[in-house]
């Protein structure tokens, strides 16, 4: 993961022709390692207050670098780093630093809880000679490197959480066919069933997001020339539209891992707990998740500032949107006929999206440029969009698969879509209610203004989801595991 990923994309992405010719075929041959130092011990989520730093020697032909690198991933193996520091204390900048490099040494490893299977050490650059030739990039434009490989690495980290949740379900469902407790397996119990058909429904949503992501980027990347000289700078920009995706990616998928994972120890109740069952490892694995790639708190807070700054450049037109919404107020939506089908499933995550702008609207007007600094506000709106992603997701690939198999053979996406829709759209209902009585600060007037848009916009009726619920683990039980 981090050799493909953070440990190669810098030099493929910002590399001159000599570095990438140089580098990247022992990279690719796995001849050499990848490693990524960005993180100090004073400076995690706010990387950008890096302190090592970097002095042009006096005869013009090596940058000397001095300070340590925290956490580094492959750190004592790595043959090739990309380390972050400020030339002069302040041209943040990407150095190329090979481990044979006079002053490149590293710590001791850290003691993790999980993830025994990586390096995680402290990289020590003691006044290290890198020649001029391996800085990376412009001088003064490191952030530029540091963040747009992160987002390839959020999204790759979502991908990555979809084959920990299927292993996760194989192990589990096995374990609770075979499992006997009050004379019965525990896969016969409706509570154990449940908890199948939630993680079942979590990783079709989390797979879905990822093809999802992964299919829209290499759409905007095939439109591309491969021989233009600037491909892969424009291959880069692709990246960066697609900004807020990858962080969507990276946080649900982490949490929809630690999620499987929580379930999956306990349907082994104590054996769950034991190292010499799986399910232990993928817990403890899973956690690291939510923190590396830029923590999740930080990656919610990307999310609606990303769209913020569009909106302000004009690239979105946001407070159109929000007019047009306060206008359908006044005239009404159009009314579902039927919200079993799920075609009408579609009408709700429509009306989802108008009451995201509906909420944003009401944040905006009440904070204006503060908002960003609004951090409860960004966190509410970042799960909305978060939710409302996963929604239509879910919804566009059953909806594809009707078209492909027909309703009898896509039962069981049918099932899921339909309970994650109808489930998350009366919670957005909750949030969105909750969020504009934080708005109204005890003003009841205020509030019931806000919580009757609120009820006009997005009406949800509950439907049998125990049956549906039943019909998914049925399936997930006979298959041993997910198999959709
Ligand atoms: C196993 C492992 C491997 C790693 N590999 C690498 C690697 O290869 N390269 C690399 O450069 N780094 C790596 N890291 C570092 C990792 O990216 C950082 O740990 C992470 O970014 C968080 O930084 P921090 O630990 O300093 O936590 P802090 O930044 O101190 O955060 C602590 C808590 O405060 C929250 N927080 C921070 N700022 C804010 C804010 N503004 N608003 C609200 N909440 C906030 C965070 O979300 C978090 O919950 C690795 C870490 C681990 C544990």
Redesign the pocket.
Known sequence: M?HTG??TLPILYFGTPEQKAKYLPKLASGEYIG?????E???????LAAKTKAVLSPDGKHYILHGE???????AWADVITV?AKIDGEHFTGFIVERGFEGVSHGKE?V?MG?HG?S?VPIILQDAKVPVENVLGEIGKGHKIAFNVLNVGRWKLGAATVGGCKRVLEHSVRYVKERKQFGQPLSTFEIIQDKIANSVIKTYVTETMMYRYAGTLDDAISTLDKTDADYDQKTLKMVEEYAIEASICKVYGSEAMDFVADEGVQMHGGYGYIQEYPVEAFYRNSR?NR????????NR?IIPGTLLKRALKGEIDLMGEIQRILGQLKDGFPKETDQRTLVNRTNLVNQAKKLAVYVSGVAVQKYMADIKDR?SFMVAMADFIIEIYAMESALLRSLQLIKQLGEEKARIPIAITKIYVTEKCAELVTMAKQFCANVAKGDDAAYEKYEKAITRILDVKPIDTLNLRLQIAQHAIENDGYAI
């Open positions: 981090c953070i440990g490693a990524y130092a960005l993180t011990a004073g400076s995690g989520s706010d990387a690198k925290m956490f580094i991933t492959n750190g972050f850290e993790k993830i990586s995680t690291i923190i590396y790639e830029g923590t999740n708190e930080i807070m951090q």
